[in-house]
C-alpha cells in the first residue's frame, strides 16, 4: 500500500522568508496529491492539489512541485505571514483507481512577526 | 463550497457512556469518512462510506461503529466510552476535499 513521509515535522520561519514541506510516497500509481492546511481548532482545509500529469502548480503565494521519478512532490509558501502559521498535511491516492487518501505527518509551522 | 457540520465540538463524557458523533453535509456527496485525530496531529481513517448502506472500517482499528441511512448523514457511535477514545474525530466528504470543524471527545 501507499506510504507518505512528511518533512519536517516542525518549521519556524520569519515573516517575509519562504517556506518548504517536502513530501514522499511509495506507490508510483499514485495521481493525485493534495495538501491540506489545519488551523488551531479547525478541521483541514485543502489548499492545493497536484495531478501526476502536472509538474508544477501555482495558487498566489502558494505553490507545489512535483517530480514523478523521484516519487516526491513539496509545497512551497513564499513571503510568508503570520497567518500562514498552521498545520499542513500532504496525501497521496490513486484517484482512478478508487485509493483513499493516504496523509503525511503533518508539519508544523510558525511564522514570527 | 460544501459545508460539513459536526456536532457537538466539544465532548466530555464518563467511561462507560454510549455517545453519538453527528456528521452531517449538505451537498449530497456520496463518499464520507471519519478520521481520529491523535495530538501528534497524525490523521488516521477509521471509516468510510461510498454511499447509502455502505460502510467500511478504515486503516486504524476502532471500536466505534457508523451508519450510513442517508446521504446526509453519517453519525459516528462508541457503545462505550473509554479514556483511550479521548481524542479529536473529524468528519470529511468526497474524497476529502471536505473536513468538518471536527469533535474533541475528552473520556474521563
Known amino acids: 500500500g501507499e506510504n507518505v513521509e512528511q518533512h519536517p515535522s516542525t518549521l519556524s520561519v520569519q515573516e517575509g522568508d519562504s517556506a518548504v514541506i517536502k513530501c514522499t510516497y511509495s506507490d508510483s500509481a499514485s495521481n493525485y496529491f493534495p495538501w491540506y492546511k489545519q488551523e488551531l481548532g479547525k478541521g483541514p482545509q485543502l489548499i492545493i492539489d497536484?495531478?501526476?500529469?502536472?509538474g508544477e502548480k501555482k495558487d498566489q503565494r502558494i505553490a507545489v512541485t512535483l517530480n514523478k521519478t523521484a516519487k516526491h512532490f513539496s509545497l512551497h509558501i513564499t513571503e510568508t505571514q503570520p497567518e500562514d502559521s498552521a498545520v499542513y498535511f500532504c496525501?497521496?491516492?490513486?484517484?482512478?483507481?478508487?485509493?483513499?487518501?493516504?496523509f503525511g505527518t503533518g508539519t508544523r509551522l510558525l511564522v514570527s512577526p | 463550497e460544501a459545508d460539513i457540520y459536526q456536532t457537538p465540538r466539544y465532548l466530555v463524557i464518563g467511561t462507560g457512556k454510549k455517545i453519538t458523533l453527528e456528521c452531517s453535509q449538505t451537498?449530497?456527496?456520496?463518499?464520507m469518512y471519519w478520521y481520529q485525530q491523535d495530538p501528534g496531529m497524525e490523521l488516521h481513517l477509521i471509516h468510510y462510506?461510498?454511499?447509502?448502506?455502505?460502510?467500511e472500517k478504515g486503516d486504524l482499528s476502532s471500536e466505534s461503529t457508523v451508519s450510513r441511512i442517508r446521504t446526509e448523514h453519517f453519525p459516528l457511535t462508541l457503545e462505550s466510552a473509554r479514556p483511550s477514545h479521548t481524542s479529536q474525530y473529524l468528519c470529511?466528504?468526497?474524497?476529502?476535499?471536505?473536513f468538518g470543524p471536527g469533535t474533541r471527545l475528552t473520556v474521563t
Open positions: 470529511a466528504s468526497i474524497a476529502e476535499q471536505y
Open positions: 496525501a497521496a491516492s490513486n484517484r482512478e483507481g478508487f485509493q483513499k487518501l493516504v
Open positions: 451537498m449530497g456527496h456520496d463518499k
Open positions: 462510506s461510498y454511499g447509502v448502506n455502505s460502510t
Open positions: 497536484i495531478r501526476s500529469n502536472v
